[in-house]
């Protein structure tokens, strides 16, 4: 059974940073891995969707990483502002099934 | 391009009664899936269904079902309501190929069993 894990479940920053936020899962056999961002009481927006071919995948300030073999992603921040606080979550699609498996998210606070 | 829409917003009901939800996908999208989301268990996914057909399922009980119209709505419903149903009910849609899409998830219904 897939299981995805976020660390840190919470972060703050100052204005400015470049900060990184991680996702972990146990079972590498995945077809994708994509990044979302969610705001309080709201549904989520997808930011970045990278398939299991892929090691890569940049949005403007945003760029994801993907190590299968590690079983690891990263999602890059540069130069974070304020509109960018908000619950990240990681969500990974495996094989087997094409059921997503959700991290339970990184929530971000960026102060001025 | 409308996004994802969802009916109502917010919902109140109490135990032991039941409750259907609405979701109209983009435009031209045949994937409809429903997640539900609290905060003790996270994102999880409740069932997809793609031209009419449930495709996948997660684990949960018979109490929840789920239809999709030829137009690719979908409704999702509960029955027997228990406190621990309370929670936001979001709907995503895609094109349907499965595991290649990025979802596009609407607003969510905020559902609150007293």
């Known amino acids: 059974k897939q299981e995805v894990t976020q660390i840190p479940a919470a972060l703050s920053v100052p204005e400015g940073e470049n900060l990184v936020l991680n996702c972990s899962f146990t079972d590498s056999a995945i077809y994708n891995l994509q990044w979302f961002r969610q705001d309080p009481g709201k549904g989520l927006t997808s930011l970045l969707l990278i398939q299991s071919s892929q090691r890569e995948q940049t949005s403007g300030r945003l760029n994801a990483s993907l190590d299968k073999s590690s079983g690891r992603s990263t999602l890059y921040i540069a130069a974070s502002q304020p509109g960018d606080s908000a619950t990240y979550l990681c969500?990974?699609?495996?094989?087997?099934?094409?059921?997503?498996?959700f991290g339970r998210g990184t929530s971000l606070i960026v102060h001025p | 391009k409308a996004g994802v829409t969802q009916t109502p917003r917010y919902l109140i009901k109490t135990r032991g009664q039941q409750v259907t939800l609405s979701c109209s996908p983009i435009?031209?999208?045949?994937?409809v899936s429903w997640y539900q989301q609290t905060p003790g268990q996270g994102l999880q996914f409740l069932f997809e269904y793609f031209s009419e057909t449930q495709r996948n399922k997660g684990n949960f009980p018979g109490r929840f079902s789920g239809r999709q119209f030829s137009n690719s709505r979908s409704e999702m419903n509960v029955s027997t309501l228990e406190l621990g149903d309370s929670a936001l009910y979001l709907c995503?849609?895609?094109?349907?190929?499965?595991?290649?899409?990025?979802?596009?998830f609407g607003p969510g219904t905020r559902l609150l069993v007293l």
């Open positions: 969500a990974v699609t495996s094989g087997g099934s094409y059921i997503p498996t």
């Open positions: 995503a849609s895609s094109r349907g190929t499965e595991g290649l899409e990025t979802q596009y």
């Open positions: 435009s031209g999208h045949r994937s």
